[in-house]
């Protein structure tokens, strides 16, 4: 078995099999996006031919969402595992938020809860599309005024309780829209296994080879609802060894395809690394401080044949890379030229 090819193969970093960026979404199950100018590359670097546009078009029309939903972060979804991901994940997501708050000593009686999300339902209702100033100002022409922090807790609750979602993509700063708008009605119910089973699968049909602690660690769900989620895929799924762990590989794994010599520029916080728990089998831990720090801070990295060999700056007009592994060549610069292509693209299109 040799994990980094498979790893980059099933996680459509080499020989990308979609051309829409819905497509990868729905195959990722969710990808991570905490940083909002980049995470369109994120989704786009794992299509034929990243487009921009294209990005705009799926985020837009309501086909890929955004919201904080896994471990209190920001992640994308499909439009149609919307329903199932939040009733499978906002409680512990909620419980999440609460001990934020504790542990912040900030306290939201339902009273107020009630009251806010009815003015966020009002101004997104207005607005279409607002961001958080738009809510602020609401807040103010009723002479009610919180800090930033109390804020993002009642637009955090509101995206849990799904009422808020993603509004249209903006170059810089995030919408809110109401869900209503975005997403098609849920079924009265969802049931819970169906939903755990959907989000396995997707998990390890896109990770493969990963271990179960990945897996717990990046749905955020305790470790008894990750076995019973392998459980449920039954014999489309399988353990192998490789250098004494325990890996899952589940059917359909990609394992042809692999082009030696290929660079890829990552973004931060990207499912390359942020999908397992143990990185090392891609980044050697002497150099884990240059890819991400003890706070959970992702910075961008280089990856050449699969493996994490140096930093590089998206927001430069210039290709500037700091190599700690191996040396610079031509492929980088293919790799610059695909991003730059894309990010002029990206400001063009909004």
């Known amino acids: 078995m040799n994990p980094i090819a498979i790893r980059l193969l099933n996680q459509q970093l080499i020989c990308p099999q979609f051309n829409d960026p819905a497509e990868v979404v729905n195959h990722m199950g969710a990808i991570q996006a905490q940083e909002y100018r980049m995470m369109r590359w994120a989704v786009a670097m794992r299509t034929r031919k990243p487009s921009a546009q294209a990005f705009k078009r799926a985020y837009d029309s309501g086909q890929i969402i955004r919201l904080h939903l ?162 449920l895929m039954g014999n489309t799924i399988h353990e192998e060894k490789w250098r004494g762990r325990s890996f899952y590989m589940a059917d359909g794994c990609r394992t042809r395809g692999f082009r030696k010599g290929r660079y890829l520029l990552i973004p931060p916080y990207d499912e390359y690394l942020i999908s397992y728990k143990s990185r090392d089998i891609v980044l050697s831990p002497d150099f884990r401080h240059k890819a991400h720090n003890n706070s959970g801070i992702f910075q961008p990295i280089i990856v050449h044949d699969g493996i994490v060999c140096g930093n590089w700056k998206p927001f430069k007009d210039d290709h500037q890379a700091d190599f700690f592994l191996g040396q610079h060549d031509a492929g980088v610069q293919e790799e610059w030229g695909r991003y730059k292509r894309f990010s002029l693209s990206s400001r063009r299109s909004g």
């Open 70 to 231: 896994m471990r209190g972060t920001w992640q994308l979804v499909s439009s149609q595992d919307y329903w199932l991901l939040l009733a499978l994940c906002a409680p512990k997501a909620m419980a999440v938020t609460q001990g934020w708050m504790h542990s912040n000593h900030i306290s939201i009686p339902d009273e107020e809860v009630s009251r806010i999300h009815d003015i966020l339902i009002r101004t997104a209702g207005d607005f279409g599309s607002a961001t958080k100033e738009d809510f602020v100002q609401a807040l103010i022409t009723r002479d009610i005024t919180m800090d930033d922090h109390r804020l993002s807790y009642h637009i955090r609750m509101a995206e849990l309780s799904g009422i808020l979602c993603s509004g249209d993509l903006l170059p810089m700063k995030a919408t809110y829209a109401l869900t209503a708008d975005k997403v098609k009605p849920s079924m009265p119910v969802v049931d819970r296994d169906e939903a755990l089973l959907m989000l396995t699968r997707k998990y390890f049909q896109s990770r493969q080879p990963a271990t179960l602690e990945d897996f717990a660690w990046w749905s955020g769900l305790n470790i008894g609802d990750c076995r019973h989620g392998i459980e």
